[in-house]
């Protein structure tokens, strides 16, 4: 069988939930496919796994598209509530058989729930900052493990927002919403060039700190109070490009001892983070 049975539903609850055991099934290859960019980019849709992560999403008021479910699950104590939720929303929910859950299950870690999302991205103008805040750029970011990881940092101190910053990588894919651990829902996140960037800084009246392992000041120096912070973050081979470090009202070096030539990409956007906010966490 192919095509989705309708089951019983919860009483109270407006929408059907379809019963889907077929690998075949349209839903389940919109799911296969949106592992590729490509698709994401066409559809504006990407996936994000786990009943935990589609709960973060849902305080924040988003909701999928579609939610996919196991039926090994189907009597989880947190799960009726969200799908009851989600059907009185009009969200297509599907309850998955065995065989149609392994076809979108990942190897690498298996989940029970798999949602549809709108990839949704903030207008740099909608980005606010105030004194104290701080605005995340994150140039030619090429792994997703640390865009996600950033982006929970983010979240966890209440970063204004995160701007992409020429060729990134995909902050909608698999790897990179697994690593945010649902703050991909959480954080303002745009996308721009360099002059775009830094006339957002200007126009808020903003000190742009870049951090370079060729600054000579050290990162707890500047004062971060007195103006929102536009932290600047460099490729994790190549870091910034000297024209965006020369165009920063301050360069920043985090201090180092041994033998490693630099720290992770995420790893010292995270020292930041808290050097910046130290005073009001
Ligand atoms: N080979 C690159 C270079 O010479 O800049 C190393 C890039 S590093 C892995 C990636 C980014 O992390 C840097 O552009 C910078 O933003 C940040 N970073 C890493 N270690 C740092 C440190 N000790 N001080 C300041 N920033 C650092």
């Not at 989600?86 to 859950?101: K, P």
Request: glycine fraction near 8%; aromatic fraction near 4%; hydrophobic fraction near 40%.
């Amino acid at each position: 069988m192919t095509g989705p049975a309708k089951i019983a539903k919860p009483s109270g609850m407006k929408g059907e939930i379809k019963m889907v055991t077929s690998a075949s099934n349209p839903a389940i290859k919109l799911v296969r496919a949106l592992e590729d960019k490509k698709h994401r980019r066409e559809t504006g849709l990407f996936l994000a796994e786990g009943l935990r992560t589609a709960l973060a999403a849902a305080e924040q008021g988003r909701l999928p598209k579609t939610l996919i479910y196991s039926d090994e699950l189907a009597e989880h104590g947190k799960l009726k509530p969200f799908l009851a939720r989600c059907l009185n929303a009009g969200v297509e929910c599907i309850m998955a058989g065995r065989q149609a859950m392994e076809k979108i299950s990942r190897r690498d870690n298996p989940q029970g729930v798999i949602g549809v999302y709108e990839a949704r991205l903030t207008a740099l103008d909608d980005i606010p900052a105030q004194t104290g805040d701080c605005v995340i750029g994150l140039q030619m970011v090429r792994d997703p493990g640390n865009l996600g990881t950033i982006l929970r940092t983010a979240d966890a101190v209440g970063a204004a927002g995160i701007v992409l910053i020429d060729d990134c990588c995909d902050p909608f894919s698999i790897e990179a919403v697994r690593a945010s651990m649902g703050s991909i829902f959480a954080v303002r996140l745009g996308k721009s060039g360099f002059a775009e960037f830094e006339a957002l800084c200007r126009k808020r009246n903003g000190q742009m700190v870049g951090t370079s392992l060729r600054a000579s000041q050290d990162y707890r120096k500047p004062d971060y109070t007195k103006a929102p912070t536009f932290l600047l973050m460099g490729n994790e081979q190549a870091g910034l490009p000297e024209a965006y470090e020369n165009a920063c009202d301050a360069r920043v070096r985090i201090p180092m001892r041994g033998t490693a030539d630099s720290l992770n990409l995420a790893v010292a956007t995270a020292i930041l983070l808290y050097e910046i906010n130290r005073k009001s966490l």
